[in-house]
């Protein structure tokens, strides 16, 4: 049962003694705030005391604190299973980069829903789900997006961002930015429910914060660490912790605003992670950090505020996961989920309220290439096939399979039924890069390939580059459909080197192409390294410049989108960030 409170708490949809009737048939404003690869362990909440949250533990203080929330092992399955309520391999999301992790065009999202409802919606941060329309989230429900869409970013000070398909520059610090255009967005929303998408994407790497938040971990002492202490990077755990305080201040804004704003009474606050941690640090003892099945790698912090309806100290034993927030959002705003693909997450408001009705056990499958877990209300069941009490053994240390034979085998078939429907689902995966499907589409070179030596700037593809261009049998290509044909401006995204200006460059499609001379240097640096408390393992990036190519008549149909250089008089032909296509015309 639901461990709450002792003080006497209404039901979830009960009459709320400081609301008037039109509030009390109003449907509550929404804010999800999830960060990225922050561990459960990072919350003084959860009794870590090498850091201190208060803002985002006011959330459990406030409402409920969901005591074993999952989520996927990685970045994009969590955010597609948010999105759909249903498990990321069913939507098309097997992998982080290069397409993999585009969500399924027939997926319906929670903005889909809501937007659908009259809710005025926006998402600020780390997309992940897919870069081009109809991929992208202004066309997945999103009425605003202000952030990026890669599955990371290469550097977090006044950094090059996407405002609804263009292209700006951000200010300062990119959480803080991220929290103005969100605090923005909400203060617009006027008499309109609002349903916010806020997604930090710190404290993955590159480890970049403040330093009027790193001065307090430079030199700390941290008494609490990983169950490994061998394995841990104290520097990286610092920035990580000061990345997370960082963090907490930004809520704590958020939080303020809908104060101001006099609408905190009706608004559900959210706040959760993707997976586990990024690096061996205090855990609590679980086993598994970020891409592990394992408890420490999907146990997820989970505190939900709604002072109109969720009692204050609420705590939820029950386990619960990232696929239960669709069904549960579209509850409370009291629409129906529509189509005809089931969801795999179930409705929290039952928990939430408090109600006596029984809740049935459950299991919960956590799924990663060929990694897969499963977990019921008691035992976790590991891609081993090793059987776990987590009641009596939260740091998975004793296989009970010998002592527990019929729960190993009835999870042993969950397990293999879910691997086996995955499986079928995701088929092969031959989704072409959309171009057309709206005014401007973006090709990065994270969704390119690369042939005769030209290399890309890092083995992780996101926020990468290409360079090395040293010959004219080098090319990169982008698999594309064109669904509207039409006339492009298209614009490259570029660095030169000082004396490796002149290359003559192509860029052909189909039965078109375009010429032109990249007549200007534009020697610049790296940048990030500077500002990383970290080393950090992802490219570095550049202050890459735009140049007009030209226009391009693209026909409708499918092929290679292929730039070679056909000239190259220096060492150099040029290194490539991305190209964008400008529909011209109506």
Not at 8 to 27: D, I, K, M, R, T
Not at 215 to 234: G, I, M, N, S
Not at 349 to 362: F, I, K, M, Q, T
Not at 464 to 479: E, I, L, M
Request: proline share 6%; charged share 25%.
């Amino acid at each position: 049962m639901t461990s709450r409170s002792l003080l006497a708490v209404p039901a979830l949809f009960a009459v709320a003694c400081s609301s008037g009737p039109e509030e009390q048939s109003a449907p509550p404003n929404i804010v999800v705030v999830i960060s990225d690869d922050q561990g459960w362990g990072d919350l003084s909440v959860h009794g870590n005391a090498n850091l201190a949250t208060p803002n985002i533990d006011s959330l459990a203080r406030d409402g409920a604190l969901f005591d074993r929330f999952f989520v996927a092992p990685v970045c994009s399955p969590t955010r597609a299973e948010l999105l759909t309520g249903r498990y990321h391999p069913r939507g098309g999301v097997y992998s982080t980069s290069a397409g993999g992790e585009r969500l399924d065009l027939d997926e319906r999202t929670v903005a889909d829903v809501l937007l659908a409802a009259g809710y005025r919606t926006g998402a600020f941060g780390k997309w992940h789900n897919g870069s081009q329309h109809p991929y992208h989230p202004n066309a997945r429900g999103f009425e605003e997006f202000y952030g990026f869409t890669s599955g990371h970013w290469a550097q977090y000070f006044d950094p090059i961002l996407e405002h609804n398909s263009e292209i700006v520059r951000g200010q300062g610090f990119i959480i803080d930015d991220l929290t103005d255009h969100a605090m923005h967005f909400i203060e617009g929303a006027g008499q309109q429910p609002f349903f916010a998408y806020i997604a930090y994407n710190t404290p993955h790497s590159p480890m970049q914060v403040p330093d009027r938040f790193w001065r307090k971990f430079a030199d700390a002492e941290l008494p609490q660490r990983h169950r490994d202490p061998e394995l841990e990077d104290l520097n990286h755990t610092r920035a990580a912790l000061a990345m997370v305080e960082n963090i907490d201040w930004n809520v704590g804004r958020i939080l303020g605003k809908l104060d101001e704003l006099g609408v905190t009474e009706n608004t559900i606050v959210l706040y959760m992670s993707d997976n586990g941690p990024n690096g061996s640090r205090w855990n609590g003892g679980m086993k598994g950090r970020k891409g592990s099945t394992d408890e420490g790698g999907v146990r997820s912090p989970a505190l939900m505020r709604w002072p109109a309806r969720i009692a204050p100290g609420s705590k939820i034993m029950e386990i619960a996961a990232a696929i239960d927030l669709l069904p549960t959002f579209a509850e409370v705003a009291g629409v129906e989920v529509a189509g005809d693909k089931p969801l795999d997450g179930r409705s929290l408001v039952p928990l939430l309220s408090g109600a006596e009705e029984a809740w049935a056990d459950r299991e919960i499958v956590s799924t990663w290439r060929d990694r897969t877990s499963v977990r019921n209300q008691r035992f976790r069941l590991d891609t081993d096939g090793a059987l776990f009490d987590m009641s009596r053994d939260p740091e998975q240390r004793t296989d009970v399979s010998a002592q527990h034979p019929d729960v190993t085998r009835k999870l042993g078939e969950v397990a293999q039924r879910a691997g086996d429907e995955f499986a079928a689902e995701l088929g092969e995966d031959d989704r072409p890069f959309p171009v057309g499907e709206a005014a401007r589409t973006w090709l990065p070179a994270r969704d390119a390939a690369a042939t005769g030596g030209v290399e890309r700037s890092n083995r992780f593809p996101n926020s990468s580059y290409f360079r090395n261009w040293q010959s004219t049998d080098g090319a990169v290509s982008w698999d594309v459909e064109v669904s509207t044909p039409g006339e492009f401006l298209v614009t490259l995204y570029y660095a030169c080197r000082e004396g490796d200006e002149g290359s003559l460059v192509e860029l052909s499609y189909l039965d078109s192409s375009l010429e032109a001379r990249i007549d200007e240097p534009h020697d610049v640096p790296l940048i990030g390294g500077a500002d990383d408390r970290v080393e950090r393992q992802e490219s570095y990036t550049k202050d890459f410049r735009p140049m007009e190519l030209g226009h391009l008549e693209l026909g409708r149909g499918r092929g290679p989108l292929t730039l070679r250089a056909k000239e190259i008089p220096g060492r150099e032909a040029l290194e490539l960030h991305s190209l964008i296509l400008t529909r011209v015309g109506p």
